[in-house]
């Protein structure tokens, strides 16, 4: 069962190290973290996709993370309206024959190209991991050379109730 | 004088170096006692500690120093102070971390690092102390600047001593001891992050309620959290108002009184029949304060099957963990006892509960066969029981001796029992027993430890000596690591791997050797006469028992198995009609 965790953190050293250490110890499974800075200066938030086996793991998760000290709050939001981006860079070995299909392949991703040699093309692409995981499957038969990828980071949809967890009124 | 003047005045008041800072934060907070041992990195602490005035004891291990802040934590309630140098120093406190971070200690730990400037470069006795205790304490540091000495030192009191309590590590490089800074330690402790729940939902506590209205077979798992609480009084009121039953954890024991007729006795691998029965049979099981540790639960498909859970917990994160709960209370003990003693709901009608649990206490009690030629290690704590009124303080170390004395020292009162539960640590027994005694200078403390623990810290008998702390050092003597032993016999086919060891060093001469008195007994009559010599004394004594070696303890509860299904249990005397 795939779950999207969000949290806000305090911007110490050694947090993310406090956090993914955790994960370690009790046996999580994550499959992508990402961090940066929030509107507050000295807050950070991280953004969390673990598989986890069933609710009882995915609620020892919370609890485990909400125990942290630097822990301000965590966010359950798999179930909720949320805006969940991803970023991928994709180098592909590409002829100069070949662009202009390329192109034509890419657009209807709204990717963009970022780099160009001549016997390459970097595609900048955002959006769902779905949507990014089409995209590279779709790339691949021309040769992809690398790829990097950020892993999700998402919050709540504007126009909801978000049913946040705070740690001092937590209750099972 | 300028204005400019002036208030440069008053800055040079305030102002002071790292390691002065430190000792004044430790006087601020009242630490009436330090263990240690100094090394490079703590040098400019450890001169300014010199004549300080406050007390330090120079244990001869870092692991002896964090032990016996463990043993002080548990008998004091206050946190268990401790300093050690870096690398090394640092790493050698690492057993005694996990120990205090397992069974919840207050331990606030100050390690030395070597300076800024080098961190990072493998210097000379560098380690990441950061990286290698982030896992094992509730909260750690490592100091960057000295303007945020004084806030880190009080955080570290907070958090070690709040909600559920834990060992708190702060890491000091060197140049920051040295370095000068304003020392302001009035301001308080701002942490967003760290709020722990001390009161009880009203409505969880009324569901509580109702469920034990409506239940026939209720019993009570009480946990260290009853003593952490200082909740004893209320968990007997709220006991004997509603008629419940209770059984204890290793690590609760002495939370209510082994002698009080509701009592069951301890539950789990060594437990009684009769506790782990009642936890089998149970309809409504009422977790005060324990984790659901693996050694109580048995095999989890058959602990509680029939009972409605119901947990009531400072750390929201143990409930639910192993045992899934239908009552989750996240509360300090004592506020929810309180809160259930005053809303005083219809009590249980347990009248046919507590007639069966009787019989079954009657009929299945812990039992050994007593043997005058050798020393039954069972009888011996009898013996010591009661010689001392059932008042000492015991502390023990891990396996067959640990698990006799939980079993036959039957403890009436809180505070008096000291061992390492969660982690289950060979050699804390007799570190644990100097912080005990220095926690509480008028008890007598008896330190039960086996031949295989003891040799592990046995270099603090050097600190007991210094300081003649009137320990009784008790060594039950199986010439072998009695529970790996056991455990080879039981499930190994007897093939007995490297548990036996029967060229042990003289103990008494080691005795004399730490000039103490030193006693030898190997039968039930000689150890009689010793213990009556030994308790006469006032002043640490050794004492040797060449107990027998192929005991075992029991009942118990086989790994795997559920703790229904107990080896070991002998009825005695008749049915009852």
């Known amino acids: ?172 | 004088m300028s204005r400019m003047k002036v208030e440069e005045k008053a800055l040079e008041k305030t102002k002071m170096s790292g390691a002065l800072m430190l000792i004044e934060a430790l006087k601020s907070e009242k630490v009436e006692v330090i263990f240690g041992y100094p090394g490079g990195a703590v040098l400019p602490l450890y001169d300014k500690l010199y004549q300080s005035g406050v007390f330090h004891v120079l244990t001869r291990h870092e692991q002896g120093a964090i032990h016996a802040a463990e043993g002080y934590a548990r008998i004091s309630g206050k946190p268990g102070v401790v300093i050690a140098t870096s690398g090394p120093g640092a790493t050698n406190i690492v057993t005694g971390l996990t120990d205090a971070m397992m069974d919840s200690l207050p331990l606030v730990v100050f390690t030395g690092q070597v300076a800024t400037s080098v961190i990072g470069s493998d210097a000379f006795q560098e380690a990441d102390v950061l990286g290698i205790t982030m896992p094992i304490t509730k909260y750690n540091y490592q100091v960057r600047d000295i303007s945020e000495l004084p806030k880190i030192i009080k955080e570290a009191f907070h958090i070690a001593t709040t909600g559920r309590p834990g060992p708190v590590l702060i890491d000091i490089p060197k140049n920051i001891t040295t370095a000068e800074g304003e020392f302001d330690y009035k301001q308080g402790v701002h942490l967003p992050g760290y709020q722990p729940t001390t009161q009880p939902n009203h409505l969880q506590i009324r569901r509580l309620v109702e469920a034990v209205s409506q239940s026939k077979k209720p019993v009570i798992l009480a946990g260290a959290g009853v003593l952490h609480a200082n909740a004893s009084n209320e968990l007997r009121e709220y006991a004997e108002q509603q008629n419940i039953p209770v059984v204890h954890t290793l690590l609760g024991l002495g939370g209510f009184p082994a002698d009080h007729p509701l009592f069951l006795g301890m539950a789990g691998m060594h437990g009684t029949y009769t506790a782990n029965m009642a936890l089998y049979e149970c309809d409504l099981l009422i977790n005060i304060g324990a984790r659901f540790d693996d050694r109580v639960t048995g095999n989890l498909k058959y602990f509680a099957p029939k009972a409605t859970v119901a947990h009531i917990d400072i750390d929201p994160a143990e409930i639910g963990k192993n045992v899934p709960t239908k009552i989750p209370i996240v509360s300090d003990a004592k506020a929810a006892l309180q809160e259930l003693i005053h809303q005083q709901g219809k009590p249980a009608d347990t009248t046919a509960w507590l007639a069966q649990l009787n019989e079954w206490k009657r009929r299945f009690p812990l039992y050994y066969e007593d043997d005058a030629q050798t020393i039954k290690p069972q009888k011996l704590i009898e013996m010591i029981y009661e010689l001392t009124n059932g008042d000492a303080i015991i502390t023990t170390d891990v396996g067959q001796h640990q698990m006799w004395a939980a079993q036959y020292y039957k403890f009436n009162k809180p505070h008096r029992w000291v061992t390492s539960g969660g982690l289950g640590t060979m050699g804390f027994g007799l570190p644990a027993a100097i912080g005990a005694q220095l926690a509480d200078r008028n008890a007598t403390v008896v330190s039960i430890v086996g031949d295989g623990g003891f040799q592990m810290t046995f270099q603090e008998l050097a600190v007991i000596q210094e300081l003649q702390l009137p320990i009784k050092v008790v060594i039950v003597n199986n010439q072998a690591l009695g529970m790996v032993r056991q455990w080879q016999e039981l499930f190994y086919e007897k093939r007995y791997s490297h548990s036996l060891i029967p060229n042990q060093p003289d103990f008494v001469k080691l005795a004399e050797a730490y000039n103490m008195p030193g006693f030898r007994a190997k039968t039930e009559a000689e150890a009689m006469e010793v213990l009556k010599k030994a308790f006469a004394i006032n002043g640490p004594v050794l004492l040797d028992f060449h107990v027998k070696a192929d005991e075992n303890v029991y009942p118990m509860v086989a790994p795997g198995k559920g703790i229904h299904e107990m080896v070991g249990v002998r009825p005695c005397g008749e049915l009852s009609q």
Do not use: C, W
């Open chain 1, 1 to 172: 069962m795939r779950r999207i965790i969000t949290m806000t953190v305090n911007n110490r050293p050694g947090v993310l190290n406090r956090i993914t250490g955790l994960f370690t110890k009790r046996h999580y499974n994550i499959e992508s973290i990402t961090v940066g800075h929030t509107e507050v200066e000295g807050i950070s938030r991280m953004t969390f996709v673990v598989n986890v086996e069933d609710e009882r793991t995915a609620e020892q998760i919370i609890k485990q993370l909400n125990k942290q000290i630097d822990v301000l709050k965590v966010n359950d939001i798999t179930n909720q309206a949320i805006v969940a981006r991803e970023l991928a860079l994709v180098k592909v070995s590409v002829t100069p024959a070949l662009r202009q299909e390329i192109y034509t392949l890419i657009e209807p991703f709204r990717a963009s190209i970022v780099d160009v040699s001549k016997d390459s093309l970097v595609i900048q692409v955002t959006g769902e991991s779905e949507k990014v995981e089409a995209l590279i499957e779709l790339l691949r038969p021309y040769g992809i050379k690398e790829v990097a990828r950020t892993g999700t980071t998402a919050f709540t949809r504007g126009s909801q109730k978000t049913a946040a967890m705070h740690k001092t009124a937590f209750i099972i």
